[in-house]
């Protein structure tokens, strides 16, 4: 899905440079905590996340996630843009909650990282 | 015979400048241009171990080596150690402060994602003279 159809879906505000609104995200996956985002595959996924500290955007270029979107319209800090700035990682803020937000984009179509889905 | 050197400062409880350090191996991992599966593995495990010495250990650094195999991490730290390495590498296991999970930390899933990340794995720690760990990561051979 492309970065403008998710900031669409989410009536985000795309807050780092609008160069990058035709990157496609292959993914997407949720999380507040980290290292459990770390042991996913979350390359070029979006991350939907409610934390918003500088971490979130050192993780999330360890990672390799492609864009960030901050919910509930937690808005990330000038050192923060600045840091994602200088990795090219896309930054926006959504005022929906996390299961909205996710809930969203997954009725246009975007998908979980994981590859085949758990056996009942 | 190692091709690169390179150390790098962490600082404990700097949650400003946390993960610096991994993200400079990162970045001289992608100007050698290395496979990017290798560079995520190495990254990952960088960035866990940086994270561990800045909650969990004392002032430490991180040490890159490159030579022809392997990419190898050497983290160590002045803190008081980890206690029970084999209880350590559970994953879930955590002692993380209420400010570390704040941070978004303390899940319990660093050390066991280090394991998972690396082809060798050494963690050295004695209670009360800080945590040493040792990682190798394979080149790929074509
Ligand atoms: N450098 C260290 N010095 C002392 N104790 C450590 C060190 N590294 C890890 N530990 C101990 O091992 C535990 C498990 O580490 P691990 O990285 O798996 O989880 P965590 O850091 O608590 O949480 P997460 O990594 O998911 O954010 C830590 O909670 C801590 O008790
Ligand atoms: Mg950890």
């Known amino acids: 899905m492309k970065l403008s159809e998710i900031k669409d879906a989410l009536r985000a505000e795309l807050i780092t440079a609008d160069d990058c609104l035709n990157m496609y995200l292959r993914a997407g996956t949720a999380s507040d905590l980290m290292s459990d985002l770390l042991t996913g595959p979350t390359n070029g996924a979006l991350l939907l996340t409610g934390l918003c500290n500088v971490q979130v955007v050192r993780t999330s270029v360890v990672a390799g996630v492609a864009a960030v979107v901050f919910v509930r319209e937690k808005h990330p800090t000038p050192e923060m843009i600045a840091q994602a700035q200088e990795h090219g990682l896309p930054l926006l803020s959504t005022s929906f909650t996390m299961f909205s937000a996710c809930g969203r984009l997954f009725d246009k179509g975007l998908r979980g990282v994981e590859t085949k889905a758990p056996r009942p | ?142």
């Open chain 2, 1 to 142: 015979m190692s091709l690169l050197k390179r150390s790098f400062e962490i600082k404990a409880r700097d949650f400003i400048r946390a993960g610096e350090a991994a993200i400079e191996v990162q970045k001289i991992l992608k100007n050698i241009g290395f496979d990017p599966e290798q560079i995520r593995r190495a990254s990952i495990c960088a960035y866990e171990s940086e994270m561990n010495v800045v909650m969990h250990g004392g002032d430490g650094e991180l040490v890159l080596t490159l030579d022809t195999e392997k990419i190898m991490l050497d983290i160590n730290d002045q803190g008081s150690g980890i206690e029970d390495v084999d209880l350590a590498l559970q994953e879930g296991y955590s002692t993380a402060s209420q400010e570390d999970r704040e941070m978004g930390f303390g899940a319990g899933m660093g050390l066991p994602n280090i394991k998972k990340n690396a082809d060798f794995l050494e963690i050295l720690s004695d209670k009360g003279a800080g945590a040493h760990l040792k990682i190798g990561i394979n080149l790929r051979k074509e």
